[in-house]
């Protein structure tokens, strides 16, 4: 079973939203609170937006990077993660008309997404969502945790991702900022 989570923008939700910034095309209305649910939620009336995304395979990792990324990342709801980022992005044409191979290429051997990425663990908490075959607007939609201390750090792994090969696919990108209110 696929397991599907339904992140809500609205007036509810423990999440408060400190800014949503359209980083590459067109932006998504400002709300108040970030709502995350599993399932296909549509419980919550009053939610100004919804995107949708399921947990999936890995389709790029190989075996000895698995192994450090599971020796390094930390669980998700780490009480000290009071911070998060939600990245929703959407890739071009082009990227989606490479082989498998190709994109493997780009995404680590020129852009190094993963070396990357584990210099920045355990300190960031991530969880990964795929939006593209359930006719969302965004391909993926990108999950981090961090505690206030490693703000800076985050926003420097954010910076380093953007200017690599990799994200000359991207054409559509958002960059949603959160803070934790219970
Ligand atoms: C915290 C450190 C990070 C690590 C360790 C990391 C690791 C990974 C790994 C291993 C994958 C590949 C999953 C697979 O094999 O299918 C991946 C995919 C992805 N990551 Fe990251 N990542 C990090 C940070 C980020 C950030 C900050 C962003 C956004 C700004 C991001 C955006 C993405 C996207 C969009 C994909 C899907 C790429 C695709 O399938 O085309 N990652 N990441």
Excluded: C
């Amino acid at each position: 079973m696929v397991q599907m989570t339904t992140f809500a923008g609205g007036r509810t939700g423990s999440w408060q939203v400190e800014h949503i910034r359209a980083v590459i095309g067109p932006p998504l209305e400002m709300v108040k609170r970030l709502a995350v649910a599993k399932g296909k939620d549509s419980s919550n009336q009053n939610a100004v937006w919804r995107l949708r995304g399921v947990t999936s395979y890995e389709r790029y990792v190989h075996r000895s990077e698995r192994e450090q990324l599971v020796a390094r990342q930390p669980e998700l709801g780490r009480v000290e993660a009071t911070h998060a980022a939600l990245i929703p992005i959407k890739k071009s044409a082009a990227w989606w008309n490479l082989t498998q191979d190709e994109r493997r290429e780009i995404f680590e051997e020129q852009s190094h997404h993963i070396a990357t990425g584990l210099q920045y663990l355990p300190a960031v908490a991530r969880r990964l969502y795929h939006s593209r075959d359930l006719g969302e607007p965004f391909d993926f939609l990108t999950w981090f945790e961090y505690a206030p201390a490693d703000a800076s750090a985050f926003e420097d792994l954010v910076q380093r991702l953007r200017r690599t090969p990799e994200w000359k696919f991207v054409e559509r990108e958002l960059d949603i900022r959160l803070s934790k209110r219970e």
